[in-house]
């Protein structure tokens, strides 16, 4: 494909990198020349110095047989007027960053009136995801997974249940469910026929939500249901518009939301345009401030800054403070891996996660959803099976999967199975795949036909676990 990138900010660095794989030929436009040299010497792709809104600069690098032109200059109304001129100038599909919530009620109106085939919020899409997992509050994982014909479960195997010492091989489950991973001694395992329960083993299962169903009453006295507490009460410590749509949300949901801002004026308008939240006009790193605020009362607090290194001392915070669930925005994913080793409960990389929703649309949507669970020590994606991928076209059994990996449905003309080593992938099949950590960059050598680690890419956009 021919893609243009115009703005060589972190979103577009980022898409850059993400696109820059041997069939694709990648140009990125930037008044910043130093920003443009940063990019071109990491990434693959044509760094062009000037404005993206010159028609003649498009006409030069050929607008008229792109594919795909993405604009993520800073702002709004920038990236609306280019993807205009690139659509007039016969771009097949233009991309736009538009985040100003003053927007949000009339993007239906701009992508008709503009020719725009895919907003990116940024702001919005953290929000939902930071959304997601507050209120994920269920036994049974719906997420996204072949639009809800597949689901996960977590159950405990019971001290005192017969299904300790017995090997799966031998134990009676229904015929659309799968064990796809244990957890035991706070190590994830994959598991083999003969792979034997003991008692607290964190059991993992994916199939039909019926079937899911009808396993936890099967063996209702063996099996114990993780107990989630729900979310009544939100901090929100960051006043900026991913806070505005958190908040928005989650008041939509029934939640009481504290949202603590050191911007007066922007207190002002967060307090005109959320009526039912209490907007608290303060430093969130005074912890005398979160102290008065109870924050050591509240079910969950999440930052949302513009600094990543003041959302890392409020986390901090937080956890000395006992707070049950704590979310953190952050803008590096180098900062990913120190999360996990001070026990955080999740971190959201704003623009990786928009880079890879970009990603899926423009790639036509061949990872789909994915989850990462018990702090990234594993993950569940949704793949779209690619015509000439390894996977595709032979027996499973044929196919040398690693350890890490198990495909836990497929899902093919709607109907969701199970598969054994004589099931043939086909083009377009999804396929629900479960993976280790360190297994990721081996599902893209089996899955996708691009270069190194895209999922690798897409994981850091969310980090953490449900």
Do not use: W
Request: with cysteine; proline share 2%.
């Amino acid at each position: 494909m021919n893609i243009i990138i115009v703005g060589a900010g972190k979103l577009g660095y980022s898409l850059a990198d993400m696109f820059a794989i041997k069939d694709n030929n990648v140009t990125v436009i930037d008044n910043d020349s130093e920003a443009l040299q940063r990019a071109s010497a990491h990434i693959d792709m044509m760094a062009v110095h000037a404005n993206g809104l010159n028609i003649d600069v498009l006409e030069q690098i050929n607008i008229a047989i792109t594919d795909v032109l993405i604009a993520v200059t800073e702002g709004d109304e920038t990236n609306m007027l280019i993807s205009l001129i690139a659509k007039r100038l016969g771009c097949k599909r233009v991309v736009a960053r538009i985040r100003n919530p003053e927007y949000s009620s009339q993007l239906d109106f701009l992508k008709q009136t503009l020719g725009i085939d895919y907003i990116a919020n940024p702001d919005l899409e953290t929000a939902k995801e930071i959304t997601k997992q507050l209120l994920t509050n269920e036994a049974i994982y719906m997420d996204d997974f072949a639009g809800g014909k597949v689901a996960m479960s977590e159950f405990t195997v019971a001290t005192t249940s017969y299904l300790t010492g017995k090997c799966i091989k031998n134990i009676n489950l229904p015929k659309r469910i799968l064990i796809v991973s244990i957890k035991r001694n706070e190590e994830m395992l994959i598991p083999k026929g003969d792979t034997m329960l003991l008692a607290g083993d964190q059991l993992y299962l994916i199939g039909v939500k019926e079937e899911l169903h009808n396993f936890a009453m099967m063996y209702n006295d063996h099996l114990i249901k993780p107990e989630r507490k729900k979310i009544k009460r939100v901090m929100i410590l960051g006043g900026g518009k991913t806070a505005y749509y958190l908040a928005k949300r989650l008041l939509q949901s029934g939640i009481q939301v504290k949202i603590v801002e050191r911007n007066k004026e922007r207190c002002k308008e967060l307090a005109l345009a959320l009526h039912d939240a209490l907007v608290i006009h303060g430093d969130a790193t005074d912890v005398a401030i979160l102290v008065e605020e109870n924050v050591g009362n509240m079910d969950a607090v999440v930052m949302v800054t513009g600094f990543d290194e003041e959302n890392i001392l409020l986390t901090l915070i937080a956890k000395k403070y006992k707070v049950p669930k704590v979310i953190t925005k952050v803008s590096r994913s180098n900062y990913v891996s120190v999360f996990h080793e001070l026990g955080i409960d999740a971190a959201v990389n704003p623009i990786l996660l928009m880079a890879s929703h970009i990603m899926r649309h423009v790639q036509g949507g061949k990872i789909r959803s994915l989850s990462l669970l018990l702090g990234g020590q594993a993950e569940v994606m949704e793949i779209i099976a690619l015509e000439g991928t390894k996977i595709v076209g032979k027996p499973l059994r044929t196919i040398d999967l690693p350890e890490g990996i198990i495909i836990g449905a497929v899902v093919k003309s709607g109907k969701v199975l199970i598969p054994d080593g004589s099931m043939v992938i086909e083009p377009h099949n999804r396929i629900i795949v479960f993976c280790l950590r360190d297994d990721v960059d081996k599902v893209d050598q089996i899955f996708y036909k691009g270069k190194r680690g895209l999922l690798n890419e897409l994981r850091y956009g969310i980090e953490g676990h449900r």
